[in-house]
């Protein structure tokens, strides 16, 4: 008969090999995953969760504060390529890896609103896709798009 103990110990060594699988998978351009960055409803974008991934396909990692940096930046991007910006931007949802690095993140991303900021959440705690420490969503909105 089995112990009990080794049931819980293969479902963790599963569990890791799937999260460092997950974490190995190449990178490829952004713009070949299966969603679009922002979608327009009327006055209002939805900009999907954007990773620390540049346009060609290129992971930026040194640091939570680059990563950040890149998200916000891609983030830019895409309002910028919609006609809004980041002072069009009502709220945003922030998912961290770790909480430990809500002060690194949070100084890089204060910087990109000039006009005060919008509502947020912060989620930590989460595996994010790619083994990626940060990745932020957001909605903006226009009166006049």
């Keep these: 008969m ?3 103990v080794t049931y819980p110990i293969v479902a963790a060594v599963c569990l890791a090999a799937a999260v460092f699988a997950w974490a190995q998978q190449p990178s490829v ?3 070949s995953l299966p969603f679009s960055p922002g ?3 009327g006055p209002t974008l939805y900009v999907s969760g954007q990773i620390p991934r ?3 396909g290129g992971d930026v990692r040194e640091s939570v504060e680059a990563e950040t940096r ?3 930046e891609n983030i830019g991007k895409i309002l910028k390529d919609n ?3 980041f002072d069009d931007v009502v709220n945003a949802t ?3 890896k770790d909480l430990k690095d809500y002060q690194a993140m949070n100084k890089v991303y204060a910087s990109y609103f000039k006009n005060g900021f919008p509502a947020r959440a912060t989620v930590g705690g989460v595996d994010l896709v790619f083994g990626f420490r940060v990745e932020i ?3 903006a909105y226009k009166s006049n798009p």
């Design 70 to 72: 890149q998200v916000m």
């Design 2 to 4: 089995k112990s009990i």
């Design 83 to 85: 006609g809004y910006t």
């Design 94 to 96: 922030v998912y961290l």
């Design 54 to 56: 540049t346009s060609d």
């Design 39 to 41: 979608k327009k409803a």
């Design 137 to 139: 969503s957001c909605v």
């Design 29 to 31: 351009p952004l713009s």
